[in-house]
């Protein structure tokens, strides 16, 4: 099966379920980047001392362009309207959260990069006033 075939599914609702399944998975998937999101905002303000603040805000990052796109996709393949119980409505929901768990990841990856800076010119300060040649 391609990828193409697997997002088209996971858009209309899969095999089981009803309209609404691709709707909330689309939704899921946009809060999941919003928590690992903070995370990685938090792993950047040294409020947690483990995993990468880096690779949380590429992961958050990256799950909220996933959300968006299944929730892109499933707005184009549902048929009727807000109401009707196929879950437009939450896939319009979805949008935003994609987008929000998108911008906390920008925000995290570019802290965690000024962070490595500043340590970095926090060194070099350091070792020539050691007097270390480097």
């Known amino acids: 099966m391609r990828a193409t075939d697997v997002l088209t599914v996971a858009a209309e609702g899969g095999v089981i379920g009803d309209g609404r399944t691709g709707a ?3 939704l899921g998937v946009g ?3 919003v928590a690992i999101g903070w995370l990685a905002l938090a792993r950047v303000a040294g409020r947690i001392s483990t995993g990468s603040a880096r690779i949380g805000a590429m ?3 990256a799950a909220g362009v996933v959300g968006i796109v299944l929730a892109a996709l499933h707005l184009a393949t549902s048929s009727g309207g807000p109401g009707t119980g196929n879950g437009m409505v939450g896939a319009v929901a979805a949008l935003p959260v994609g987008l929000t768990a998108m ?3 920008r925000r995290a990856l570019t802290r965690s990069r ?3 800076t500043e340590l970095s010119d926090e060194r070099a ?3 020539r006033g050691s007097g270390s040649v480097s």
């Open 114 to 116: 000024s962070r490595s």
């Open 31 to 33: 809060l999941l980047g």
């Open 125 to 127: 300060v350091h070792e």
């Open 24 to 26: 909330n998975l689309a």
């Open 103 to 105: 911008a906390i990841g």
């Open 59 to 61: 992961s958050a990052m």
